[in-house]
């Protein structure tokens, strides 16, 4: 049983008779403490393009890394309060799809967003999103930078919906598509889009602290888009990573049996015009050694740079009188291969590309820090928000196609057990997805699960038409052994019984099928 002891300066204090107490009873005892207290605040800062290769996440993060470790001690600092999810994974590993999914708690199936135009409230549904439902009761919503993905994406980063007085600030874009990556001087970096936002956000704290809005609480949402391409930085974060220090990755190749389809041309780094003499991005090539050098020691960089303004953001919220009631949510979109498998970008449903870190601060609840290998989802992200702050639990959508007819409802689950019993599961699997179109349309549904001791990988590239898949008509199967090969470079679906492969087909055709787990 879980008895309430005390709950005194916002600060919980549980004592569990049972550990093996089931989560959903925990979360239903967490939620009767949450929402008895003042509503928090929220601080919620997304990264672009970041891998979990940051200081929380240990001495090797992304399998087979041989680089110097990133320097995130900004990022460990708030880790250091968290909850840090080790095992998060995105739905899509694609800015637009991931979003949107977080967005609105919803799988792409269901938002039907798979690419970076389709707008969710014009071809999935009118879902209400994070920020929306902080406005539809009572709080301020504020935004800068990259949260949505901008543009017809989005409706204009959902301006109509999420934010208050229908206001949101992006800061100076200013598109390059010469170089894939540029360290600046002092003079052009205090003129650079994040530079700029991160200012915004300062003085928005600022305007908190004095009361400037008539509104109570506040939901202020910071996105940062480096290490998004290009990577352009200020130059001294090239300092933390010596060129001698940077190594090229342990495996160019793709892993071996690898299906076609699983595969990503990486035309996202190629349209720069730096690198497109430089390869082709098909099966087997690779870039030249010291381009692949000099580009993993930019996206460091890169990294860097971002943690320093994380640092200060959540700095000045420390400083302001919301430091002990304010939810911290800190996320990235999806992974991003550096080279690994000879591979760039996202695009794919390789752990690299779907692998993202998540870490949520609580007052009163993760305040000593903690961290879960048990798998969670990025979609987690907005129940937990939303309970922690609100003290409320998220509906939880219908099945399958019934969760497009409900607007505010979760397809995922709320973390808050985990941020007392870290090492109890919430959800058997993470599940990703990632399109291809082929001679036909081709959806590739992957599943990361535990089964007889062993993590593994399985995906299943079959046919899609008008949203309902042909498992007949399929283009590969992956399956990778995490346990034995964390870098994924032998795909062993061919070799594997049926006794392995049977139940991980019946994960993913009931994932598809809106099937929860």
Known sequence: TVSVLNWHHSRLHLSMAGRGLH?????????????????????FIAVDDLRPELTPYGPNPVPGTTSPPMHTPNVAKLAGRSLVALKSYVQQALCSPSRASMLTSRRPDRTRVYDLVSYWRDVGGNFTTLPQYFLERGYRTIGMGKIFHP?????NND??????DRKYFSGPNRPEKEHAWRAVNRSEAATLQDTVVKNYALDTIANLT????????????VGFHK???????PEEFLDYYPKGAVALPPDQYAPKNMPEVAWSKYGELLSYEDQTPLGTGDIGTVLPKDDVLALRRAYYAAVSYTDSLVGEVVGALDASPFAGSTVVAFWGDHGWQLGEHGEWCKHTNFEFATHAPVMIAVPGLTDSGMATHEYTE??????TVVEAAIGEPMPTCPPGEASREVM??????????LMVHPSAPVKAASFSQYPRHKSYPVMGYSVVTRLDGHELRFTKWCKVEEHVVDWGVCNGAELYNHTADPGE????????PGSVVGPLLKMVQEYAAGGRF
Do not use: M, Q
């Open 23 to 43: 989560p959903r009873l925990l979360l239903a005892a967490l939620a009767c403490v949450v929402a008895a207290e003042a509503r928090k605040n929220v601080l």
């Open 489 to 496: 470079n032998v795909n062993i679906a061919a070799d594997a």
């Open 408 to 417: 505010a409802c979760t397809e995922g689950t709320s973390l808050l057990p």
């Open 151 to 155: 543009g017809v994406a989005s409706g």
């Open 378 to 383: 990025l979609l987690d992200v907005f129940p």
């Open 210 to 221: 004095k009361g400037v809005w008539p509104e109570k609480n506040f939901f202020l949402a």
């Open 227 to 233: 290490p998004h391409l290009p990577f352009v930085f």
């Open 159 to 164: 301006l109509k919906y999420s934010w208050s």
